[in-house]
Structures are given as C-alpha cells and as structure tokens.
C-alpha cells in the first residue's frame, strides 16, 4: 500500500480496486448497530482544514471514529494560523504529537505535497485549491460501481467549472485508470487548453451538452465555484442555466439506466434543478453515505489496520 494519497494518480487499478473492496467491506459496518471497528485504536488522525468543508470534513471525522481512532480536528480559523503561522511550522507542531495521519484541505494547490515532506504519518488530500481530491473521486468510483455493477467501460460526462475543480482532475485521473472514458463539458472558458491531454490522453472535451447526453451512462455535475472566480467565465447565471444546467427534459434525454451525480455542495437551479437533484437517478445523498466507507478503507489501508 501506499504511505500517502495525495493525487488520484497515486493508485494503479489494483490498488484502487483494494480500497473500492474494502470500502464495501467498510460499508457493512454502517448497517450495523454499533457502528465501530477496533482497527484504529491508539492511533492518532488530525483533521487539518484550511479551507470551509462541511460534507469532507464530517465524512473524514466519522470514518476516523468509527475505526476508533483518536481524531483531532484542527480548523485554520481560531489557531495560530490565523497569526501567521506557516504550513510548516504547524506541521511540525502536529508531528510533535504525534499524528499517524494528517487529513489535509488547503486553498494552495500543492499543500498536501508539501507537508507530506514534513511528517513522518501519512497525508490525505482533501482538496488542495483547484488541483486534486484523490477521496472524492474515490467515493465516485464506489457510487458507480455500486449502482451500475463496473467500472470499465463507462462513459462518464463531467460537466461544468472544469476549470476550477479538484474533483473533476482527480476523477479523470481514477476514472481513466479503472477503465472508464471520460468527457469534460462545459463553456471554453471553464475548460482549460490541453487539461484532457494532460491528465489522461484518451478523455474527450465537448462543449454542447445536449449532443453528449443520449450517450453516456454517468452524468457528474460540478458546482460553479464563484468564490475562485475573479473574472466572469460566463455572461450570466441564467445563460449558464440554459447551456449547461441539468434540468428535467436534459435528464430524460439520458439513457435509461444512466446516474446523476454531484460533489455537493450544490447551486440549485444554476446547474442542476431541484427535480433533478432530488430524483431517483440522482445518487448525490449516497455519494456522501459512500464517502465514510471509502475515507474507513483509506485511513485503514494508508495507517496498516491492523498489521502494525
Ligand atoms: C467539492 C470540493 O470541496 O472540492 N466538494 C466536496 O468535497 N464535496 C466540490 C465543490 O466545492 O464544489
């Protein structure tokens, strides 16, 4: 296994398909009454946040806990970061007491490398700036797996602010891997030059929505992240609506087994509609349910469960 998960590109198929297992394994516990597993006991996790997470950091705390583990959750707001301590220098200070695992969300994309040079423990990425969330696309996987029975061969279309999204990078990075083929969509301005050739060659860019919709077995919507936009990519909400917003007639045009996805948190009604967000196609609430047992199988694999 791997010491760190830092990148989707940091799991070949095989150990991606270990963590997608024992995630299902994981996933029993959740059924059960008492939901915790002794593998983690005496072991330390810091849940290191630097940025706003609600459904993340929760997600990261309750699969801590329910291998009983020790949790510390850290939020840059209220520390000494708000001082003006440094990346490393807090590292230092988490290292000194002694952390097996540091689950880390920086607005810096390359944070989480950084401090993996700095602690002997293991370090998630949670989200560093716009470049990766390695658990996100994890969770994905599981979510599609678990509602269409395989990975290979699924076209999987992602669409929306590509450009500023961790998790659309970390998901064509898995997704490509286990098999799958990937299409990014969305206005020119929110898909970078040359972003498919340079994660996976073999991913697709298109900018019509309608065209690719018949087509594919995975709609994945993304959230259009305003707080990282400095400029405006797009003449107006309504306008963003209307190109690449899923609505109900858009999602009775997908085939009939297809699944809509979402990372949450949503904008309603800019790119996906209450109808679509809370029909039976959408798996937004399993993805979250998904993401403790996949963050249970991370930490348990990354920290050795119970062969240390
Ligand atoms: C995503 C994130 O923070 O990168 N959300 C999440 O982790 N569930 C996506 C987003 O913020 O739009």
Redesign the pocket.
């Known amino acids: 296994m791997i010491r760190h998960l830092l990148s989707g590109a940091d799991l070949d198929a095989a150990t991606a398909t270990l963590v997608l297992d024992t995630a299902a394994e994981m996933a029993t516990v959740a059924g059960r009454e008492v939901k915790k597993l002794p593998a983690l006991r005496g072991r330390t996790v810091v849940n290191l946040f630097y940025?706003d997470?609600t459904?993340?950091r929760i997600s990261f705390e309750a699969a801590a806990k329910r291998l009983s583990a020790d949790v510390i959750n850290f939020s840059a707001k209220g520390s000494s970061v708000a001082k003006g301590e440094s990346l490393k220098d807090t590292a230092l200070t988490l290292q000194a007491m002694g952390a097996d695992a540091v689950v880390v969300?920086h607005p810096a994309s390359g944070a989480p490398h950084r401090l993996a040079e700095w602690v002997d423990g293991s370090v998630v990425n949670a989200?560093d700036g716009t470049h990766e969330?390695p658990t996100?696309a994890l969770l994905d996987a599981y979510t599609m797996r678990s509602r269409l029975g395989r990975l290979d061969g699924l076209h999987v279309a992602i669409v929306g602010d590509v450009l500023h999204?961790?998790?659309a990078r970390s998901n064509v990075l898995l997704l490509s891997t286990l098999g799958a083929k990937v299409t990014l969509i969305g206005p020119p301005t929110l898909i970078p030059v040359d972003i498919a050739a340079a994660l996976a060659p073999g991913t697709d860019v298109c900018y019509d929505l309608d065209a690719v919709l018949p087509d594919v077995d995975v709609v994945m919507m993304?959230?259009v992240?305003r707080e990282r936009m400095g400029d405006s990519y797009f003449p107006s909400a309504r306008e963003y609506a209307r190109r690449y917003g899923l609505d109900g007639p858009r999602m009775r045009r997908l085939p009939e087994h297809a699944i809509v996805m979402h990372?949450?948190?949503m904008n309603r009604g800019m790119e996906i509609t209450p109808e679509v967000a809370d029909s039976p196609r959408s798996t937004i609430v399993e993805q979250v349910a998904n993401g403790v047992s996949v963050r249970m199988a991370v930490l348990y694999l990354l920290l050795g469960g119970n062969n240390r």
Do not use: A
């Open positions: 940025e997470s459904r993340t969300r989200g969330h996100q999204s961790r998790v993304l959230r992240q990372p949450g948190p």
